[in-house]
């Protein structure tokens, strides 16, 4: 069975300071690869996915990830974190059936922006 | 285009009541997808629509638990008879399927007391 391991539950940074949240999974084949936010009050926002391809990837907001699949990681990046990005950040792995997935969830990581 | 819309956005319920809880997915989405956080816990899988139909229902607790999707539109989740461990945040989503991401809607909170 698939899982996915966020090992920070709390970061705390400071605004304009650099940023990665770690990600680990586990699966048996290439699996399609997702960050979420969350941010208070608000739902699920999709950051960016990784399906195949290019191994580092784009997203909204100014993030990015880079998928390595020898060491099972899906790292968060963004080098200069605005108060704005003060949320609670979920990885998830995609299992699929057919063209379609079920996701997997890390347990979060709660970001927090000092001024 | 519209959202994925979610309603209530909040409930509070007593034990062993019933709570229906409603999604809207984003009109020709085919594929809705329910979603469960309980409080300290990682967000799971509840089930899987196609259409109208009930593609996977694995994550389902228990069979107070009932979702229907009418007409392969809006979906229902219901819970009775509700119970403490049943508070939560309930999340739905919506995708083509495919490469394309799931876009969920904002939840409902449901607080059982």
């Known amino acids: 069975a698939q899982s996915v391991t966020q090992p920070d539950i709390h970061i705390t940074v400071s605004e304009g300071a650099s940023l990665e949240l770690r990600c680990n999974y586990s699966y048996g084949a290439t699996p399609y690869l997702f960050w979420y936010v969350q941010s208070p009050g608000q739902g699920l926002q999709l950051l960016l996915k990784?399906?195949?391809?290019?191994?580092l990837v784009q997203g909204i907001k100014g993030f990015e990830a880079e998928f390595k699949r020898s060491q099972s990681s899906f790292n968060l990046r963004k080098p200069s974190v605005h108060w704005s990005d003060a949320a609670e950040y979920f990885c998830?792995?995609?299992?699929?059936?057919?063209?379609?997935?079920?996701?997997?969830f890390g347990k979060g990581t709660l970001l927090t922006v000092n001024p | 285009e519209a959202g994925v819309t979610q309603f209530p956005s909040h409930s509070v319920i007593e034990k062993g009541q019933t709570v229906t809880l409603r999604c809207d997915p984003i009109?020709?989405?085919?594929?809705l997808y329910w979603y469960r956080r309980v409080m300290g816990k990682e967000i799971k899988f509840l089930l899987h629509f196609v259409k109208e139909s009930k593609q996977d229902e694995s994550g389902m607790p228990n069979n107070r638990f009932l979702a229907e999707r009418t007409g392969g539109t809006y979906s229902t989740l219901k819970v009775q008879p509700a119970e403490l461990e049943d508070s939560g945040v309930y999340f739905c989503?919506?995708?083509?399927?495919?490469?394309?991401?799931?876009?969920f809607g904002s939840g409902t909170r449901l607080t059982v007391v």
């Open positions: 989503a919506s995708s083509q399927g495919g490469v394309h991401g799931y876009t």
């Open positions: 990784y399906f195949s391809g290019d191994t």
């Open positions: 009109s020709g989405h085919d594929n």
């Open positions: 998830a792995v995609g299992r699929r059936r057919g063209s379609n997935y079920k996701l997997t």
